[in-house]
């Protein structure tokens, strides 16, 4: 396929898509997911890359699953080296979590664009809540154990599904459950990275096979996974992510967890008003059968002659 413009500027879009999920990754220590699906749902939209309005969130999410198996698995390296990963926790929980990634992606088959918005804006705001007005952690852990039994099942179906819907590695919340069960912050964090894992590669593996023979795909795309902007996203976040850590550590820790939470509500807001907003007229000609498609296109209104 030749190189076009347009082919160009979706790939610098992408790198700069990419660059700032980085840095973002990076200057808070979260997942790039909440940055990387808001931000290729916007260009794809904007960048008019050939798909479908209705599936370009399902890529969106589907490419972010493919970006964390990168980053998460050279985390969890960098963790392993320094013996902060529980793997006897990762082990017991696994079974379970992919359970719950599958269920996410059937779900997920039958939801629409806007469907998958509205979750990721509903779910990203109880993430913003968390890191504004943290008040499951107020009080400090409620447990001096993980959970096991039916409990671990249902707390692990349930991080394998909600993160799987809205195209996160599922740090923040595996971080939230550990230090509630009496885990030190460094071991939880370090173990969460490796769930981020376990979450994407069932994700990414199903996005694509759930998006297989899909047509309106933007091009580049494998299912609902989309290879160029994912590779753009891994290189250039590589680069950004030290710049991120380097101006954290400069920063308050109180400053910076408000500024977390205010960038996720922001987040949030944007992707629930892009949610309801009324679709375009492009939009409703795409979903109109073929004849009325020609007839709406063509129409020009009569003239009013007072009759």
Not at 122 to 142: E, K, Q, S, Y
Request: some cysteine; hydrophobic content about 50%; glycine content about 14%.
């Amino acid at each position: 396929m030749a190189i076009t413009g347009e082919t160009l500027m979706f790939i610098a879009a992408m790198l700069a898509a990419g660059a700032l999920a980085g840095f973002v990754a990076g200057l808070f220590g979260i997942g790039g997911g909440f940055v990387v699906v808001p931000a290729l749902a916007s260009v794809l939209a904007l960048m008019g890359t050939g798909g479908d309005s209705d599936k370009i969130m399902h890529v969106a999410i589907g490419t972010s699953l493919a970006t964390i198996i990168f980053t998460s698995l050279r985390s969890v390296q960098a963790h392993a080296q320094r013996g902060a990963v529980d793997f006897g926790i990762l082990r017991s929980w696994t079974p379970w979590v992919v359970c719950g990634v599958i269920l996410g992606l059937f779900v997920a088959r039958y939801m629409d664009g806007q469907a998958l918005k509205i979750t990721f804006g509903v779910g990203v705001f109880i993430m913003a809540w968390h890191f504004l007005f943290p008040v499951l952690t107020r009080n400090g852990p409620i447990a001096d154990h993980m959970p096991t039994g039916i409990l671990r099942g249902g707390l692990g179906s349930f991080l394998g599904g909600y993160c799987t819907l809205l195209g996160i590695g599922g740090g923040t919340p595996a971080v939230l459950i550990m230090t509630l069960s009496g885990q030190p912050m460094h071991r939880a964090v370090a173990t969460a990275a490796g769930f981020g894992t376990i979450i994407a590669v069932p994700g990414t593996i199903g996005s694509i096979l759930s998006g297989l023979g899909e047509t309106g795909l933007p091009f580049g795309s494998i299912g609902y996974v989309n290879v160029i902007a994912a590779l753009a996203i891994i290189s250039m976040s590589l680069i950004t992510a030290p710049w991120g850590v380097a101006m954290a550590h400069s920063l308050n820790a109180a400053h910076l967890r408000g500024a977390l939470g205010l960038y996720l509500l922001l987040t949030s807001s944007l992707m629930l008003l892009s949610a309801v907003q009324p679709p375009s007229r492009e939009r409703l000609l795409g979903n109109a059968p073929a004849t009325l498609q020609t007839e709406l296109a063509n129409h020009i209104p009569e003239q009013d002659h007072g009759i």
